[in-house]
């Protein structure tokens, strides 16, 4: 396993991480499955965990605290994070980012998944109805507490994160280390021109979520839709991905990945890693063999002819 640091900041976290979304106590119940999972991540070097309140509204959270404590790895080792934004209950004020609902949502958070503290705490969405220097404080104020040490964005806009990032350092507070986008060979351009250019010069890192584009990538729908897959399950996602033109794209890759001796999977999470920009990929997985193939990815380094052979079919 290959580590980066998370933007300019001095933590390191491993290029692939594991995350919760959709998974953990959602759609994968078994929890002798997770625990393997989790196990096999932390063996083979993974140490950033990426999970939020809202992901099987707590119950992820809940279920890898259990996991945690049961493997009981060295806390220390670890690099694990929530968010905080969408609506936990229907209380008017258990949603978004005001400073009452991040202070009371980050004691939630560390209570359901048996911590002290966050190593990463994310702003899960910009809200449009709190001042930022009112979630920008809070933020800083969960750090300073000791309750997290870094905190960060998720799918804010490139002129959202610097809005953020100017007023903390122009005011003495802590400003965001990290944005967590969505990013991969499918969905490209809103990271690449939109947020990159503002990420890096502020010295911001990246951790992106669906570098498979869930699941696309790897291939797995070429033939149709499998029972029990994500676009089995999420109707919103399969309208949103799976078109003609990524269909006829992913099967375009394929040629390209087996002359490398690799699979499509481990060809888009290499893709996303030849962003100096991006400290990890976000990878989701409901069978070992899933790990196994991503871990891969972080040995893997692409030469600029098969760079431009993939920028031939991405962005056509």
Do not use: C
């Not at 220390?76 to 209380?91: C, G």
């Amino acid at each position: 396993m290959k580590y980066r640091r998370l933007g300019n900041s001095g933590l390191k976290i491993s290029e692939i991480s594991l995350g919760a979304w959709t998974t953990y106590g959602g759609s994968v119940q078994d929890r002798k499955l997770i625990t393997t999972i989790v196990e096999k991540a932390l063996e083979s070097g993974i140490n950033f965990i990426d999970n939020a309140d809202i992901y099987a509204t707590g119950n992820a959270e809940t279920v890898m605290g259990e996991i945690f404590k049961d493997l009981n790895p060295a806390r220390h080792h670890l690099v694990l994070s929530s968010k905080v934004f969408w609506p936990m209950t229907d209380n008017i004020n258990d949603r978004g980012l005001s400073r009452k609902h991040v202070l009371e949502s980050i004691d939630m958070s560390l209570e359901r998944m048996q911590t002290d503290y966050l190593d990463i705490y994310f702003a899960h969405r910009y809200d449009h109805e709190t001042p930022i220097e009112e979630t920008v404080e809070a933020f800083s104020d969960v750090v300073r507490s000791g309750r997290a040490h870094y905190w960060g964005t998720s799918e804010w806009s490139g002129a959202e994160i610097a809005e953020a990032h100017t007023f903390a350092k122009a005011n003495g507070l802590v400003a965001p280390v990290v944005e967590q986008p969505q990013y991969s060979m499918l969905y490209i351009k809103r990271v690449e021109k939109g947020i990159l250019p503002v990420t890096e010069r502020k010295g911001i890192g990246l951790v992106v979520w669906s570098p498979l584009a869930m699941g696309m990538l790897t291939g797995k729908y070429d033939n149709g839709i499998p029972e029990d897959s994500r676009f089995a399950n999420y109707d919103q996602f399969k309208d949103q991905i799976m078109t003609a033109e990524n269909t006829k794209r992913v099967k375009a890759l394929k040629p390209i990945a087996n002359s490398l001796g690799i699979t499509r999977a481990q060809l888009a999470l290499a893709w996303v890693l030849r962003q100096d920009g991006v400290s990890s990929v976000i990878t989701g997985a409901t069978k070992l063999s899933q790990l196994e193939d991503n871990l891969q990815a972080s040995e893997l380094e692409l030469s600029a002819d098969i760079l431009e052979k993939i920028d031939t079919i991405i962005r056509n």
